[in-house]
């Protein structure tokens, strides 16, 4: 069913309590308190419920989840319902995260992913939540690692003194790991499949990252078996999307949506990055690859739009000198949206952690 758009929390509390009016059995708990739901993810009209693998292929099972189906169909603003099992960890290496886990992504490369990454990280390690946190960059763009290139780094990975763990590269006060470093220079990256599965969790549990609060990684664009590895290695506490304005680029962004929501990792919002092209001589902002795309995809899917950054010169000079731009000019205005945006994501990062993962008071 079908109506006026509603926010995708919204449309997950509202499904999960229309869930909540099922019983198991006969004066039995509802389905929601048994535990039979371990999630529900909503993206734009899509609404995933996300059962207890146990309970998934038994003759009760397959009722619960018709009924379900039905129930959650019938919620206003509901287009579809996929009741499936959620997915499981294929990985025990790590008991929890070294941090926060944000994971940044793209749908398609050239958007200025791995540049928006590195200068998040250096704006929260450098206070733009209100005090200097503890921040990891993971760069794993397993098809063109940039971060060591973004922050000044070259050569190769060492271990700790002991010889028992890689020892991260330390710069402009960040920890940061890079597939990149873990090859030869020149050398082109091969992993797929099971070296992806296995050998990502193991860089993530194997690098002596000490005590992080958050672990920002840039994953790499559109969907693969890293971002599958990644989500089941360690609990991702969001993800931040980076999209072009044009429909290409958004496109490819909503069908990462919908992989993560399949996966049950929550969206924290929306960067429209290159927005425009600034004129360097009289500072009109000219929308050179589409408009308005990142606005249409907030009012599709209900995830919020938190930045819009134009493209700038003045940002890819200081990539390649190795300084982040909101360390290299920190009054610019690209570098205070870059803070505003980092201030955000810090309190919905609070918001998220839950279990066993730390966040600092």
């Given at each position: 069913?079908t109506?006026?758009?509603?926010?995708?929390?919204?449309?997950?509390?509202?499904?999960?309590?229309?869930?909540?009016n099922?019983?198991?059995?006969?004066?039995?708990?509802?389905?929601?308190?048994?535990?039979?739901?371990?999630?529900?993810?909503?993206?734009?009209?899509a609404?995933?419920?996300?059962?207890?693998?146990?309970?998934?292929?038994?003759?009760?099972?397959?009722?619960?989840?018709?009924?379900?189906?039905?129930?959650?169909?019938?919620?206003?603003?509901?287009?579809?319902?996929?009741?499936?099992?959620?997915?499981?960890?294929?990985?025990?290496?790590?008991?929890?995260?070294?941090?926060?886990?944000?994971?940044?992504?793209?749908?398609?490369?050239?958007?200025?992913?791995?540049?928006?990454?590195?200068?998040?990280?250096?704006?929260?390690?450098?206070?733009?939540?209100?005090?200097?946190?503890?921040v990891?960059?993971?760069?794993?763009?397993?098809?063109?690692?940039?971060?060591?290139l973004?922050?000044?780094?070259?050569?190769?990975?060492?271990?700790?003194?002991?010889?028992?763990?890689?020892?991260?590269?330390?710069?402009?006060?960040?920890?940061?790991?890079?597939?990149?470093?873990?090859?030869?220079?020149?050398?082109?990256?091969?992993?797929?499949?099971?070296?992806?599965?296995?050998?990502?969790?193991?860089?993530?549990?194997?690098?002596?990252?000490?005590?992080?609060?958050?672990?920002?990684?840039?994953?790499?664009?559109?969907t693969?078996?890293?971002?599958?590895?990644?989500?089941?290695?360690?609990?991702?506490?969001?993800?931040?999307?980076?999209?072009?304005?044009?429909?290409?680029?958004?496109?490819?962004?909503?069908?990462?949506?919908?992989?993560?929501?399949?996966?049950?990792?929550?969206?924290?919002?929306?960067?429209?990055?290159?927005?425009?092209?600034?004129?360097?001589?009289?500072?009109?902002?000219?929308?050179?690859?589409?408009?308005?795309?990142?606005?249409?995809?907030?009012?599709?899917?209900?995830?919020?739009?938190?930045?819009?950054?134009?493209?700038?010169?003045?940002?890819?000079?200081?990539?390649?000198?190795?300084?982040?731009?909101?360390?290299?000019?920190?009054?610019?205005?690209?570098?205070?949206?870059?803070?505003?945006?980092?201030?955000?994501?810090?309190?919905?990062?609070?918001?998220?952690?839950?279990?066993g993962?730390?966040?600092?008071?």
């Amino acid at each position: 069913m079908t109506g006026i758009p509603v926010s995708d929390n919204d449309l997950e509390r509202r499904v999960r309590s229309a869930l909540g009016n099922i019983t198991v059995g006969e004066g039995g708990p509802d389905v929601v308190s048994a535990g039979h739901v371990a999630a529900v993810v909503a993206t734009g009209g899509a609404v995933r419920v996300l059962l207890d693998p146990q309970i998934v292929g038994t003759e009760d099972g397959e009722a619960l989840s018709e009924i379900m189906r039905e129930v959650a169909g019938a919620v206003p603003g509901v287009a579809r319902v996929i009741v499936k099992p959620r997915p499981q960890s294929i990985t025990s290496i790590l008991a929890e995260a070294p941090g926060a886990v944000l994971a940044v992504h793209s749908g398609k490369g050239g958007v200025g992913k791995s540049t928006l990454s590195v200068n998040l990280a250096a704006a929260l390690a450098h206070g733009a939540a209100g005090r200097p946190l503890r921040v990891g960059l993971l760069d794993a763009d397993v098809y063109g690692p940039s971060v060591p290139l973004l922050l000044g780094v070259s050569g190769r990975a060492e271990t700790t003194a002991d010889g028992s763990r890689i020892a991260p590269v330390e710069a402009h006060g960040l920890k940061m790991m890079s597939l990149g470093l873990m090859m030869p220079e020149g050398k082109p990256l091969a992993w797929r499949g099971a070296l992806v599965s296995e050998g990502l969790p193991q860089l993530i549990a194997e690098v002596d990252w000490g005590e992080l609060d958050v672990l920002v990684v840039d994953l790499p664009p559109g969907t693969s078996d890293v971002h599958l590895a990644l989500a089941q290695a360690v609990p991702i506490a969001g993800v931040l999307a980076v999209t072009a304005p044009g429909q290409i680029s958004t496109d490819d962004v909503r069908r990462g949506l919908e992989m993560f929501a399949d996966i049950a990792v929550p969206c924290l919002g929306l960067v429209e990055n290159m927005s425009t092209v600034v004129c360097r001589k009289c500072g009109t902002e000219t929308p050179l690859f589409g408009a308005d795309g990142g606005a249409e995809l907030e009012r599709e899917t209900g995830v919020p739009l938190l930045a819009q950054i134009p493209f700038l010169r003045e940002v890819l000079l200081a990539s390649e000198t190795g300084v982040p731009m909101v360390l290299a000019e920190p009054d610019a205005p690209y570098s205070q949206t870059v803070r505003a945006l980092a201030q955000r994501l810090a309190q919905d990062l609070a918001a998220q952690m839950k279990g066993g993962a730390k966040w600092p008071n």
